[in-house]
């Protein structure tokens, strides 16, 4: 009695007796949805808030920047429109979200973590995403408008446009996607100032601008090193190198810090006793330092998580919140 041979399985890309395999690399496949949760957790209500990305709120803090380093936001008159600036950036920043999400859910299904997003797991639908993002827009438009100053509409209808356009065919463009994200993180800045009608430094400016720079370029660095092979999940990603994203952060850090330093020798000039604004120049470079750390290890895909879980650096921005507030209101 002879033995036959057990038949060899047929996978993907190997060849049967129907036909030859194919050569050609597969597009990474779509990972399952992950299994809903049960009770109100699992619920459309909680996955909507999810949607929002409520955690993310705490970039929209750059919105005090510009009255802070003015030394205005203690007063009622320019402390309620930066408030109301703060709501509002948030309703704008979670519209964007779901309309990002609903436009990436295809590409979110194949990532590892992104598949879990309430809009990507199925549990909103896209309709009903990008229509709670319409009534977002039309109500933060409106109340800025009405409840601050026509300036501040102005800046946030230039966040979502240029938020949207990213959302759309921007992200797909390199440098030109770093610079769009970046220009979030600066339009929060111009927002706060806006709102109350503040005078922004070009030294602010700088600053802002060069430190959003140094984050976002961070954060794809750290996509690049954690995502690796998956990079098909953000297109751009094919068309860095990591010493290319090394270099950028690099010299973002490098301007922020000039910036930072001149705009503290020139505050210094006005203190009489302790130049805390100069002195505010150590924690400032410190901190940038203690973040390049985690950008260079790959871990800042998630800036806000980094902050607030780096207990040096919170102790870093405190200190630094500390030395350049003394400085700003005893100038």
Request: aromatic letters at 12%; proline letters at 2%.
């Given at each position: 009695m002879s033995v036959q041979p057990e038949p060899t399985p047929v996978t993907a890309g190997s060849s049967s007796a129907l036909g030859t395999a194919s050569a050609t690399p597969a597009e990474p496949a779509l990972v399952p949805p992950p299994p809903r949760t049960p009770g109100w957790r699992g619920s459309r209500p909680w996955a909507v808030v999810r949607a929002l990305r409520p955690r993310q709120w705490v970039k929209n803090?750059?919105?005090?920047?510009?009255?802070?380093?003015?030394?205005?936001?203690?007063?009622?008159?320019v402390l309620r429109p930066t408030i109301v600036a703060f709501l509002l950036f948030c309703v704008c920043a979670s519209g964007v979200y779901l309309v990002n999400d609903s436009i990436d859910v295809?590409?979110?299904?194949r990532h590892p973590r992104k598949r879990f997003r309430p809009i990507a797991a199925g549990l909103v639908p896209r309709p009903l995403?990008?229509?709670?993002?319409?009534?977002?827009?039309?109500?933060?438009l409106t109340t800025a408008a009405l409840a601050t100053r026509p300036a501040l509409a102005g800046v946030l209808g230039a966040y979502v446009v240029i938020q949207l356009a990213y959302c759309l065919f921007l992200k797909n463009q390199p440098v030109i996607d770093l610079a769009v994200v970046a220009s979030g993180f600066l339009l929060r800045?111009?927002?706060?100032?806006?709102?109350?009608?503040?005078?922004?430094?070009?030294?602010?400016?700088?600053?802002?601008?060069?430190g959003s720079l140094f984050m976002v370029a961070g954060k794809r660095y750290s996509e690049l090193i954690v995502v690796g092979d998956e990079a098909a999940t953000r297109k751009t990603l094919r068309e860095y190198s990591a010493s290319y994203l090394r270099f950028v952060w690099s010299l973002s850090a490098g301007v922020a810090c000039t910036a930072y330093s001149l705009w503290a020798f020139e505050m210094a000039e006005t203190q009489d006793d302790v130049p805390w604004a100069t002195i505010s120049i150590a924690p400032f470079v410190l901190a940038i330092l203690r973040y390049a750390r985690d950008v260079d290890k790959g871990a800042a895909g998630a800036p806000e998580e980094i902050v607030m879980h780096d207990r040096v650096l919170l102790v870093l921005g405190a200190l630094w919140v500390l030395t350049v507030g003394v400085g700003v209101f005893s100038a």
């Open positions: 803090v750059l919105v005090l920047a510009a009255p802070l380093a003015a030394g205005e936001v203690f007063h009622w008159a295809e590409e979110d299904r995403a990008v229509g709670l993002a319409l009534v977002l827009f039309a109500f933060a800045g111009i927002a706060g100032g806006v709102a109350a009608g503040l005078l922004l430094s070009q030294w602010f400016l700088l600053v802002a601008a060069f």
